[in-house]
């Protein structure tokens, strides 16, 4: 089967590092097509995948645009379409790996015949999508996909809640290299001392800097935690939250923690960093629909909290794979760091634990082998395309 990939950024989130693994697949047929340009780009080349990025206009609606809106994101797809439908002639299945390019995808599929997959990898809600939002992802999903692979049982659940047919809706979750994590002690020894965190309990929070991505959670917790609890943040503003940016370093100079909190940027270097780390945070406070940085975690054998909401109530057992704290919840948060680290062999325990079961239950290769099953079994006979549109 030959795939034709759509992705809405060029900028390197979750969704996108998971399609980074799952093309690498299918390096040899198939097409990553992109909406903008950006490191995922030079990522999918580095990689030597075959990538493109199309020419069009700004795709600035936001996921909680009105109707109005809404129409004119889906007008403005209108150039995008034409390329794509141009491009899927080459291919037998148009994949979809985000929002707009489903929106672009089903517009293609309705005019080539071609079928449609769906990777969704949102929890539609009104906690992350307006009603308007919601009603078109549903509608143009039910009326075009054949198959709808979500990263978790709670984007399912979302999904199947919000009127999506629970029939063509599988969950597969997201795979990893796990080899590629292995670091030795004294590479850890190495990346502390070179952050100058020798001595100190250093919590991590690995994730692109966005309000409902809860660094302030974090920051706020160790403001109550000994003095030599330090925080690193790991990730950048991936989609304009300057702002909130600009909050979280006045938060940090307003209680006091500028000698406790480092700000790191985007890094490619996540298995390293997440080694030199003692406990990684995670701290959304909408519902996660899977949280990669969990099961990394694990699999760097480092200890994890995470919020209890969406897909991460499916990867932590509380205190058997790492812990689980209420999203929001600051006093939560701060007693599990401060336990965490009074009791070092409780923290070694639960993570190794974890270890033993990320990497037991996700590796990359048997998941794209999953994924690729049911790629194909939408190419089957059975398989019929179905052109209602019911919005
Ligand atoms: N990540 C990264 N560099 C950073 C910060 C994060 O490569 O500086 C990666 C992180 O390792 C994880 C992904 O970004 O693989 C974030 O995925 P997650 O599912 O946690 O959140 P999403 O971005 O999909 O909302």
């Not at 148009?94 to 080539?112: E, R």
Request: charged share 15%; with cysteine.
């Amino acid at each position: 089967v030959k795939i034709l990939f759509l992705d809405q950024t060029g900028q390197l989130g979750g969704a996108e590092l998971s399609l980074l693994d799952l093309a690498g697949f299918y390096h040899d047929r198939c097409l990553v097509a992109l909406f903008s340009d950006g490191p995922f780009y030079q990522a999918l080349q580095q990689r030597q995948i075959p990538a493109k990025v199309l020419r069009c206009r700004s795709l600035t609606t936001s996921k909680d645009s009105g109707l109005i809106a809404g129409l004119v994101g889906l007008y403005n797809l209108l150039p995008l379409v034409r390329q794509v439908l141009r491009l899927s002639r080459d291919f037998d299945v148009i994949y979809a790996n985000t929002p707009k390019a489903l929106m672009v995808g089903a517009m293609v599929s309705l005019m080539s015949h071609k079928p449609l997959v769906y990777h969704l990898r949102d929890i539609i809600s009104p906690a992350h999508f307006s009603w308007v939002n919601c009603r078109l992802l549903i509608g143009l999903t039910n009326a075009m996909a054949r198959l709808v692979i979500a990263n978790s049982q709670a984007t399912r659940q979302a999904f199947i809640q919000a009127g999506g047919k629970a029939s063509i809706a599988h969950t597969v979750y997201n795979g990893f290299a796990v080899d590629r994590r292995q670091i030795t002690p004294a590479d850890r020894q190495r990346q502390r001392q070179e952050l100058n965190l020798e001595q100190k309990f250093v919590v991590g929070h690995f994730s692109r800097l966005s309000p409902w991505k809860g660094q302030d959670i974090l920051i706020a917790a160790i403001a109550h935690c000994p003095i030599d609890v330090v925080i690193m943040l790991v990730g950048d503003a991936l989609f304009g939250e300057d702002e909130y940016v600009r909050q979280l370093h006045q938060q940090v100079a307003q209680l006091g923690l500028i000698d406790r909190v480092q700000f790191l940027g985007f890094r490619d270097d996540i298995p390293a960093l997440m080694s030199a780390c003692d406990l990684v945070a995670h701290t959304s406070t909408a519902p996660e629909p899977f949280g990669r940085v969990i099961v990394e975690a694990m699999l760097c054998e480092t200890a994890v909290v995470g919020a209890a909401a969406g897909g991460v109530m499916e990867l932590i057992e509380h205190k058997r794979t790492g812990w689980l704290t209420p999203p929001g919840d600051v006093a939560a948060l701060t007693a599990v760091i401060s336990q965490a680290q009074a009791t070092p062999i409780v923290t070694a325990r639960i993570a190794q634990q974890a270890h033993q079961y990320a990497a037991a239950h996700f590796q990359l290769l048997p998941i794209q082998q999953q994924i690729d099953a049911l790629i194909a079994s939408t190419s089957s006979p059975n398989h019929e395309l179905t052109t209602t549109l019911c919005i």
